[in-house]
């Protein structure tokens, strides 16, 4: 099988399957006289199992270990693994709804709700189709607000701007179409990498909002990772496109 056939049946892009290559998650099959990869049913099987490792929540590093030749990693200990991890993650949830529930009780007469729901119906006729997208930005538009209600502000220089509110558009599209892809694709680096840039260019464009906003160091990197990642609806593409942002973000901020 050439490899357009063994991608539509492991229902992965070729992109993937070269990635994998390059990983050494998939070895490379030989060559037919021609120069074509030539490969077997049994890297289909290999692709598939690969695929539910990932939606597990594996990371590629871990999947490696599983599939390697005489079981380099039991599969029971990594399950043990991701099961510790999983409850790491309802921890962070919890911790999340604390801080909201922090919020609500001490909610700012100052804060501008009706400008905050204006700017929610702005982002979603900016990113249509982008609904996981649009979702996201209201919750942080939401916390951000409730800890400075001159973050609106900030949201108000992006919008205005037609060329940043362009590129964010398309920023979320490619977001919203990580919610099929593979964690390991290519594209998730890349648009964390761009998700960043873009952040970038708004920092210096709306300098003068941000020097006024002071969240008072109630709000940091982590917390942006657990309110980012805390979502049941993104996918695992997704959820490892934001921890990339971050991290990223992190390194491009400090």
Not at 26 to 38: T, V
Not at 42 to 51: E, F, G, K, P, Q
Not at 103 to 125: K, N, Q
Not at 181 to 188: F, L, Q, R, T
């Amino acid at each position: 099988m050439r490899i357009g056939q063994v991608a539509r049946l492991a229902g992965v892009s070729t992109r993937t399957i070269r990635y994998y290559h390059r990983l050494g998650l998939l070895p490379e099959p030989p060559r037919d006289s021609n120069g074509y990869r030539s490969y077997a049913l049994d890297d289909v099987v290999a692709l598939l199992r690969i695929r539910r490792l990932t939606a597990l929540g594996l990371a590629l590093d871990e999947i490696r270990d599983v599939l390697a030749e005489d079981g380099a990693a039991d599969l029971d200990d990594v399950l043990t693994e991701l099961d510790a991890d999983l409850a790491r993650r309802a921890e962070a949830i919890q911790r999340q709804r604390q801080r909201i529930a922090d919020l609500r009780g001490t909610l700012s007469a100052g804060v501008p709700r009706d400008e905050v729901a204006d700017i929610a119906d702005r982002l979603a006729e900016i990113y249509p189709g982008a609904e996981t997208t649009v979702e996201i930005e209201h919750s942080l538009l939401e916390v951000f607000t409730e800890l400075d209600p001159q973050v609106t502000s900030l949201y108000r220089s992006a919008l205005a701007d037609e060329n940043l509110a362009a590129r964010s558009a398309e920023l979320a599209t490619r977001f919203e179409a990580l919610a099929t892809a593979d964690p390991g694709d290519d594209e998730v680096e890349c648009l964390a990498r761009d998700i960043v840039a873009c952040s970038g260019e708004l920092g210096e464009m709306a300098r003068g909002e941000l020097e006024r906003i002071d969240f008072g160091g109630r709000f940091g990197t982590d917390d942006l990772l657990d309110a980012l990642t805390g979502s049941d609806e993104l996918s695992a593409a997704q959820r490892r496109c934001v921890q990339r942002m971050v991290a990223l973000g992190r390194q491009a901020w400090s």
